[in-house]
């Protein structure tokens, strides 16, 4: 019996460290996520810029 509680714990000790790993890397994901949605918006608003800048150059009258 004690084999058997062993082989049953160390499957629950891999387990519980499997979803701690997919807990961490899920974390760290969402973090990259996080970090890539700032750059576009980030890109996002450089271009909005640029374009309003070409616009103000193309017509200059209208300001």
Do not use: G, W
């Not at 700032?38 to 800048?53: I, T």
Request: glycine share 0%; no cysteine; aromatic share 4%.
């Amino acid at each position: 019996m004690s084999t058997l509680s062993s082989v049953s714990e160390r499957q629950s000790q891999a387990t519980l460290i499997s979803d701690l790993n997919k807990s961490y890397y899920q974390a760290d994901q969402q973090a990259k996520l996080k970090n890539l949605e700032a750059e576009v918006d980030s890109l996002l608003q450089q271009l909005q810029n640029l374009k309003e800048q070409k616009l103000a150059a193309a017509h200059p009258e209208e300001e």
